[in-house]
């Protein structure tokens, strides 16, 4: 009935009305958050399973809330992509990383997530070369990983900024392959060193029946042609491991070989020259 709509109506407004305040508020938590030391980097290897070498670690924001505790990045990234405040965000995960990673054996990169619309800011170049500049590291130790949504607005929106990035000599590589708004023609255009096959291709890969297998070969065979390595995301168990080495993904990250750690924990392992990460499963 009428009354019935209405009442699921006026149900839906109040959910959404809270769901709504609550972003408007977890924003506000986070622009105070950068100023009061709230957020931290964690590192997560990047694994060469030919060896259990660490080649690089991707850096991901941790955010301890004074009342709510931690946040995952997955929930408040996207309440800081509504506005510029992912541009501070970013900015300051890009320099803090490079900082983290000046204190590393020079061999080990670092991969920084990049959010689209940062990505495509006119200064974005300058930013990356400024971060590089005050930390000293080499430009070749940093790798931008970006999603395919910065080709939202076409590839010519964004053709000038990889260009500008690739002479500046970081690395780019393409994440969460296969699960957001894909061309083929991009990877071509775009200078990409590294797919990230996700996460969901790779967890349950070798459940019988499973046709993730046959995509993970499909996107290996991919980046060869192209002249692209490949990471397998998200790998927890041995058998993924097995899986995804055998298909030949050329590195391996997940909770097999390590969770994100903290800086201390890296450097920990670093003064005791343990770049090796033993598969655990
Ligand atoms: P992502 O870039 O795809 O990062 C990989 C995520 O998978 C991380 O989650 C990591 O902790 C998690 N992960 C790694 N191995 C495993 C595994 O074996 N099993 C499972 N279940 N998960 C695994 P996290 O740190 O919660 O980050 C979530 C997302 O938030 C990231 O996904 C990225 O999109 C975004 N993010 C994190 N830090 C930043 C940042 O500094 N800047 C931007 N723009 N986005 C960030
Ligand atoms: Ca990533
Ligand atoms: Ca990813
Ligand atoms: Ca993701």
């Known amino acids: 009935s009428k009354e019935d709509g209405r009442g699921v109506f006026r149900f839906y407004t109040a959910e959404l009305r809270a769901a709504a305040s609550f972003g408007v508020q977890l924003e506000e938590d986070l622009r105070d958050a950068l100023e009061k030391g709230e957020l931290s980097m964690a590192y997560q290897p990047l694994v060469d399973p030919l060896d259990n070498r660490a080649k690089c670690f991707e850096a991901l924001m941790r955010w301890d809330h004074p009342q709510r505790g931690r946040i995952s990045p997955a929930a408040f990234i996207p309440i800081a992509e509504r506005s510029d405040l992912i541009l501070h965000l970013g900015e300051w995960a890009l320099r803090q990383a490079c ?77 969460d392959f296969g699960t957001g708004y894909s061309s083929l023609g991009y990877l071509k255009r775009a200078p990409f060193k590294k797919i990230k096959i996700d996460q969901s291709f790779v967890r349950g890969c070798t459940e019988s029946g499973d046709t993730n297998p046959a995509i993970i070969s499909a996107v290996v065979a991919l980046a060869r042609a192209l002249k692209m390595e490949t990471v397998a995301e998200g790998v927890e168990a041995m058998d993924e491991l097995e899986l995804v080495t055998q298909r030949g993904a050329n590195l391996v990250q997940g909770y097999i070989y390590s969770p994100p750690l903290e800086q201390h924990k890296i450097l920990e392992n670093f003064a005791k020259a343990e770049w090796i990460f033993k598969p655990d499963g």
């Open 99 to 175: 900082k983290d990673a000046e204190q590393w054996p020079d061999d080990v990169r670092v991969a920084v997530n990049v959010s689209a619309r940062q990505f495509m800011q006119a200064n974005m170049p300058k930013l990356v070369a400024s971060a590089l500049s005050s930390s000293g590291i080499k430009a070749s130790r940093l790798t931008l990983e970006v999603t395919e949504s910065v080709f939202i607005g076409g590839v010519e929106a964004v053709d000038e900024i990889f260009a500008r990035l690739d002479r500046l000599g970081v690395r780019l590589a393409m994440d």
